[in-house]
């Protein structure tokens, strides 16, 4: 029973980590139907560069700026050069992001070399804390936790509650009729995928701290973040939490219980989509 | 078939044959590998180019095929008559799984395949007890039939040559019959195919299944070719290469994955040989492909010809 609670724990923090990256990821595509396979290459660069701060400066708040903007800096850099110019075909948006994504990969891999390393904690979150019930659990896991519930809680007020956040939803169903009131929908967007580069460079140095960064790492991380998405449905903020959740508690229920074969959990959630809502729990028809 | 494709077929298959002796060992060995990943790229371009579909887990078949080969040859000591058809049939039953994808459409094909694919890329990687982990599957044997041994790397050269020949006539027929034009229909408009009385999701399921039996021969191949399998043949890049090999030679052609592999696999040997970075510069590649020749090296052909001739015309 008490591993039981252990791997839901364990899941829930996974999911907390997921949801930051799949978040933006399902921005992005909603409002600009653009997809991103770089966004798992901004997660290895933001890991690699809040190592290399955490490591000169032992600040670890410091590592988690770094990492984001450094993950920004570079998302910007893509969007102008490449992304702007493919247009709406989603071959060349995929074929042209896996390029940066392989750019991304090689050149770290030259800088960081191939061991993976772990991003160094400051001293109050390597501990353990003591639960109610006498569960005792890492003390990082919970302020990844704490920080994934902030941010999904955060994102959600903008997202429904504030006038960007109705202009962001009005431009995931429909980016001319949203053009044709007037809003810059193109403004919009590099507001977004500012938002959504930083999060994944962020969510780069929380997963180097507990998955370690490693050549690589972008893919396994990016594969789980798109089943996320697949598994909530494109473009909706809300699936995304869901779906970190399913996917999050299913891959730490699978490592528990078949450690060789825990990928396989991933095609479950899948598979029940595909016979039964094509489109993800909370997507949209017009999204594909 | 118009005269100078004649010309051109005869030349080539001429060129194919007389290759290992001006190839020698190394030229003969790559040869073989651009034969095989260029059947790869013609099974990801038949629902790519056809049928509109942007599949990214062909690696998935092409190495659950060579795994099976590879393990029932060298831990069961199957023969190659029985342990090469039992990989075409794995792969092939993965294909009738993973052709439940075909429900979706647009990014959620891509993204569902991608998934499907890096699953088992996993699976080869993580249950070490069954697939060898990271190392794999080694010391594959020469494939043997009827108690003829390919033993060389020049027998296994022709060998592949005539499947590759006989994929070619095969997949020729196929694009050419009621079937393949179904399926270009479907890409052009599935609406209207659908209101014309087809069943496009029962038309792309087929479509899937043969491409997927496909990328299983090209698995194989490799296993053989390779004499060990591990997880790099799972890996992302396989399936991610497989679909760029189809743009850069021509995408719905025949000819233009094979081209496509040539230049993919005669590129990344070149380039690794005196620079590093090899992998960021097939990202380049990717990159610079997409956004200046998406109709690969056929459709810039095809382009030089027709201005050509508009300028004979001309003058």
Redesign the interface.
């Known amino acids: 029973m008490n591993s039981f609670i252990l791997q839901t724990f364990n899941g829930i923090s996974y999911a907390a980590l997921l949801f930051l990256l799949a978040s933006g990821f399902t921005l992005t595509?909603g409002l600009m139907?653009i997809?991103n396979m770089a966004h798992g290459a901004y997660y290895l660069f933001g890991g690699y560069v809040g190592l290399t701060i955490a490591k000169l400066t032992g600040n670890f708040g410091l590592a988690l700026l770094a990492g984001g903007l450094a993950a920004m800096l570079l998302g910007y850099v893509s969007d102008r050069t490449?992304l702007r110019?493919?247009g709406d075909d989603?071959?060349?948006q995929?074929?042209?992001t896996?390029?940066?994504?392989?750019?991304v990969?090689?050149?770290s891999?030259?800088i960081w070399g191939g061991d993976a390393q772990k991003l160094p904690l400051p001293l109050f979150l390597r501990g353990v804390i003591e639960l109610p019930g006498g569960i005792v659990y890492p003390t990082f896991r919970i302020f990844l936790t704490a920080i994934g519930i902030g941010v999904g809680v955060l994102l959600w007020l903008i997202y429904r509650r504030t006038q960007i956040g109705a202009a962001i939803r009005a431009g995931v169903d429909d980016r001319e009729m949203v053009s044709a009131t007037g809003i810059h929908v193109d403004r919009l967007f590099v507001i977004i995928s500012a938002l959504a580069s930083f999060l994944a460079g962020v969510s780069g140095v929380l997963g180097g701290a507990f998955l370690t960064v490693f050549p690589g790492a972008e893919?396994?991380i990016l594969?789980f973040a798109?089943?996320v998405?697949?598994v909530g449905g494109?473009g909706s903020l809300e699936g995304a939490m869901i779906g970190a959740l399913i996917v999050g508690l299913l891959d730490a229920y699978g490592r528990w219980l078949a450690?060789?074969?825990?990928?396989?959990v991933?095609?479950g959630p899948?598979?029940v989509l595909?016979?039964f809502r094509?489109?993800?729990l909370f997507?949209s028809a017009n999204?594909? | 078939m118009t005269q100078r494709r004649k010309i051109l077929i005869v030349v080539l298959l001429a060129a194919a044959l007389v290759w290992p002796f001006v190839g020698g060992q190394y030229g003969t060995s790559l040869m073989t590998q651009i034969f095989i990943f260029g059947m790869l790229a013609l099974s990801a371009d038949l629902l790519l180019g056809h049928a509109g579909l942007f599949s990214l887990c062909h690696a998935a078949f092409f190495s659950v095929a060579a795994y099976t080969t590879a393990i029932l040859q060298v831990r069961y000591q199957v023969p190659t008559e029985l342990a090469a058809p039992a990989g075409i049939l794995m792969g092939t039953s993965l294909g009738l799984l993973f052709g439940l994808s075909v429900r979706t459409r647009g990014v959620y094909f891509i993204l569902v395949t991608l998934a499907m694919g890096y699953v088992i890329w996993g699976i080869g990687y993580r249950w070490a007890s069954f697939t060898g982990g990271d190392s794999g599957v080694t010391n594959v044997p020469a494939p043997s039939v009827g108690g003829f041994t390919l033993s060389t790397m020049l027998e296994y050269y022709y060998f592949v040559l005539a499947v590759m020949l006989l994929v070619m006539y095969v997949y020729h027929r196929l694009i050419r019959s009621p079937f393949g034009l179904t399926l270009r229909g479907i890409k052009s408009g599935e609406a209207r195919m659908r209101s014309l009385g087809f069943s496009p999701p029962r038309h792309l399921y087929t479509a899937f299944i043969v491409s997927s039996f496909m990328a299983s021969l090209a698995g194989v191949l490799y296993a053989y070719f390779n004499k060990f399998v591990n997880p790099v043949s799972a890996s992302l890049h396989v399936s991610f290469e497989a679909v760029l090999m189809a743009l850069v030679g021509g995408t719905a052609t025949i000819l233009g994955p094979f081209i496509g592999a040539g230049i993919i696999l005669g590129l990344r040997n070149w380039v690794s040989s005196f620079f590093e970075l090899h992998l960021a510069v097939m990202g380049l590649v990717f990159i610079i492909v997409v956004t200046w020749a998406p109709d690969g090296v056929i459709g810039l052909l095809k382009r030089f010809i027709d201005r050509r001739k508009a300028g004979a015309n001309h003058g």
């Open positions: 595509f139907r997809v490449v110019r493919v989603h071959l060349a995929v074929l042209i896996v390029g940066i994504a392989y750019i990969g090689d050149v891999l030259k893919w396994e594969v798109l089943v998405v697949i494109l450690p060789e074969l825990s990928y396989f991933l095609f899948m598979a595909l016979l094509p489109r993800g997507g999204m594909t």
